[in-house]
Structures are given as C-alpha cells and as structure tokens.
C-alpha cells in the first residue's frame, strides 16, 4: 500500500533544509532506529555564551519521512538554547510537518534522539554529565555507536542487546551473538571502547547470551 504524505513532508523530503555536515563540530551523534535500523547523524555548533545553537546539520540514510523530519528538527532547534532544543518532542516535529502517517512515527523519532544524543555529547565534553547521572540510557545511546559489519548498522537497532544493567558504576550489557561470530570479540572491545568514555563507569561487563528465539 503506498504511503500518503502531506505536501510539507515532500517539501522538506525533496528539498531537505540544513543537510550535510560541520567540519569540526561542538558536538555530533549518529543514532539508528530499533524500529527499522535507518540512521540519522546530526552535528551542533553551539555558541558558548549564549548556549545556543548557532548551526545544525544532518545526513540521512533513511527513509523520506527520516529526511522530512530530521530537516524540521533542525528548523525548529536553530537559534535555540542547548535546554529548548532538548525539550523538542517527535511530536512537536510531527505537528510541524503537518502530521505524518503512524506508521511513519518512528522516523520522527529517530530524528529527535539524533538531536538529543548530539546535545548530550556536547554536555559530556563539558563534563556537564556527572558520574552520579550514569543510567541504562546513557550506555544505550554509546551503543548506538556500535556497528555490526555484517548488517551495516548498529547492534541497538540490529536488536542485538538484549540488557543494559547499571549498579554502582558497574555496567552489565547482555549481547546476542553466534559464539562463533568473527566479529564478536571485535563488537565486545569497540562495547567497552565506547562505553568506558561515560563518566562514573568503574566495571563493563559484557555476556554474550548467545541467539536464541
Ligand atoms: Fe526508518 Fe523511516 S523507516 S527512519
């Protein structure tokens, strides 16, 4: 069945407003989907009197409503503090966008965690993110950086982590591999690599459970 998309979608998917990317950015994030393993990267120049976003930009390498809505977002956060462009919702870029099919939701999304995770970047290098703030979604976001060659996405939207634990600094992450996977020592170290940049993580422990139903 062919989706139906409102003329403002088209626009902004046909001529996507703030694409491409900054060379040395503040900060930059790429996040994929768990609902279609599509990727979305954004990258921030933050000014840092103001804290305000003085450039955005994006690749896409999604779906139209993915280029439709990543270029809204970066609409709706240009010229906006770090504190208002986190507090965008996908439905905020939904409403924008003048609606989009439910199905299609997901796409907005992605768009609106690329965003996120990129601001949270930025306040991690300014070491704005405290030892004390360590949770499960802050190694999920870290594990969104983490490719699985075979498929060319993320282990997170490859549905690869089946568990993110946080106990006192000690981070438990369950993963599903063949045991004789070749890439699986080479995913556990690039795990660790990215996962020990968090602040207050003293221990990564990383299981392979192995593929089951
Ligand atoms: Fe994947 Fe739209 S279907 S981002």
Not at 59 to 75: D, H, L, P, R, V
Request: glycine content about 8%; proline content about 5%; some cysteine.
């Amino acid at each position: 069945m062919a989706i139906k998309y409102n003329e403002k979608v088209v626009d902004h998917f046909l001529h996507p407003r703030n694409l491409g990317r900054i060379e040395n950015p503040d900060a930059e994030a790429v996040v994929g989907s768990p609902a279609c393993g599509d990727q979305v990267a954004i990258y921030l120049k933050i000014d840092p009197e103001t804290e305000k976003i003085e450039d955005i930009k994006f690749e896409s390498f999604g779906c139209a409503s993915n280029i439709a809505t990543a270029s809204i977002i970066t609409e709706l956060a240009k010229g906006k503090t770090i504190d208002e462009a986190m507090n965008i919702t996908w439905k905020k870029a939904v409403d924008e966008l003048g609606g989009l099919p439910p199905i299609k939701y997901h796409c907005s999304v992605l768009a609106v965690d690329g965003l996120r995770s990129a601001i949270r970047h930025y306040l991690m290098k300014q070491g704005r993110i405290k030892p004390e703030d360590l949770n499960s979604d802050l190694v999920r976001g870290e594990l969104y950086h983490v490719i699985y060659p075979p498929l060319g996405i993320d282990i997170v939207s490859a549905k690869r982590v089946k568990y993110i634990g946080v106990d006192d600094g000690v981070v438990t992450i369950d993963i599903a591999f063949d045991d004789e996977d070749p890439y699986l020592d080479e995913i556990k170290h690039e795990i660790e690599e990215k996962v020990s940049v968090l602040p207050g993580v003293k221990e990564i422990k990383v299981n392979n459970v192995g593929l089951y139903e």
